[in-house]
């Protein structure tokens, strides 16, 4: 009897839980653009809660809090049963603690961004050594140590990898996690990428005449830089530009859609479809400032997010030629709801498509002619051969 009196309490407990849910109202804007705002005050349907699931969640948490191995808190089950709700919607939905999100909201949406530690290759054995590891930095809490290897990252064996191969693994949205797996160490380490990265454009003339961009995320600026230094490299000798976006995360939606708009005067750049906030379009401006200039575009698998929207418009509205790998497959935009208790779950409300109605998310980018970099390469060789390949093409 006492036990069914306890679980009873606890249904009631829950439903209250699920009203706080329902008044988090998401007031933090939406991250990505800000073209992407929230003018007024959304609006929330209140769906009747259903009871039956409810009740069988309340026996299997019964269950595990009578006869798990280990004794655990009703607060650690909860936060474990919240995690697992809104984790298990897709890849990049997450419950986030008060003082993750306070980490969060800290950070510049559009940074680029890199663990606490820098990478240095160890040749005669083919491993990647930690250097430049402070006393008392986050990796330092986690056991990590100057001298130790890492074998991986996020799954990627690092034993033939090359600089840029590791920096791109490295590199990513600030305040976006990996995973590292440590010589020594039992399990993966999740960290958080928290070192802003330098991230002014990179101009590169090619002997053939080709000026190669490197993009490694798009930031409020980029748009402006990109048109700045064209400009400073335009010359009757100039053939063509090439922008590199291999490796880059993606950034600011706002300067993708700008950067697209400096190559066309008309079509869709992109488009967002959402239940609950609505579908948009992005429309390019008319403009003919670069409609002459040869474009090329070169991504790899670790192309994402804002840089597959940019690229997808220039090729499907064939006024760039892509080469490079598949690109990640990211299309999603995200919002931030703030919870009464100071956390906040950060929550798919939207995806991407391309100006021809196609998903990018789970997707990506097909380049119109595969070219990877042969791990035996070297990056300036490579870049070369890009730029002769795209030559080439009419």
């Not at 980490?103 to 290759?121: K, R």
């Not at 490796?247 to 708009?261: F, M």
């Not at 790998?325 to 391309?354: C, I, N």
Request: net charge negative; proline share 4%.
């Amino acid at each position: 009897m006492l036990q069914h009196i306890k679980y009873k309490k606890l249904i009631v407990s829950m439903l209250l839980c699920c009203s706080q849910f329902a008044f988090a109202a998401p007031v933090v804007k939406e991250k990505l653009s800000p073209l992407h705002s929230d003018s007024e005050e959304p609006e929330h349907s209140y769906a009747e809660v259903p009871i039956e699931s409810i009740q069988q969640f309340v026996q299997i948490y019964g269950i595990v809090r009578d006869n798990y191995v280990d004794v655990k808190s009703d607060d650690a089950l909860f936060q474990q049963a919240i995690k697992g709700l809104v984790s298990g919607l897709d890849r990049y939905s997450r419950y986030l603690s008060a003082e993750e999100y306070r980490q969060l909201i800290q950070y510049t949406e559009g940074d680029l961004a890199s663990v606490d530690f820098a990478l240095s290759p160890e040749l005669h054995v083919h491993k990647w050594i930690i250097r430049d590891l402070k006393i008392g930095s986050d990796s330092y809490k986690l056991d990590l140590r100057n001298g130790q290897a890492i074998l991986k990252i996020d799954n990627q064996d690092l034993k033939n990898l090359n600089q840029d191969q590791v920096l791109g693994l490295l590199y990513g949205s600030i305040g976006s996690t990996l995973q590292v797996q440590a010589e020594d160490l039992n399990g993966n380490i999740n960290l958080v990428r928290n070192k802003k990265i330098e991230t002014d454009i990179e101009p590169v003339m090619l002997h053939n005449q080709v000026l190669v961009l490197k993009i490694r995320v798009f930031q409020q600026d980029t748009a402006n830089e990109i048109k700045r230094l064209i400009e400073e490299n335009s010359s009757p000798r100039l053939k063509a530009v090439l922008i590199d976006l291999r490796n880059n995360p993606g950034g600011l939606l706002s300067a993708a859609v700008e950067s697209a708009d400096l190559f066309l005067n008309s079509g869709i750049i992109v488009s967002t479809k959402s239940r609950s906030e609505g579908n948009q379009q992005f429309q390019a401006l008319p403009g003919n400032e670069f409609q002459n200039i040869k474009l090329g575009i070169l991504i790899n698998h670790r192309s994402a997010s804002a840089a597959e929207v940019f690229t997808a418009a220039m090729k499907e509205h064939q006024r760039a030629w892509v080469i490079g790998e598949k690109s990640y497959g990211k299309g999603v935009v995200q919002k931030l709801f703030p919870l009464p208790s100071g956390a906040a779950l950060q929550m798919t409300v939207s995806h991407y498509y391309t100006p021809n109605g196609n998903m990018i998310e789970g997707q990506g980018i097909q380049p119109n002619q595969t070219y990877p970099l042969p791990p035996e390469m070297k990056e300036d060789v490579y870049l070369d051969h890009v730029a002769d390949l795209f030559l080439k093409k009419k």
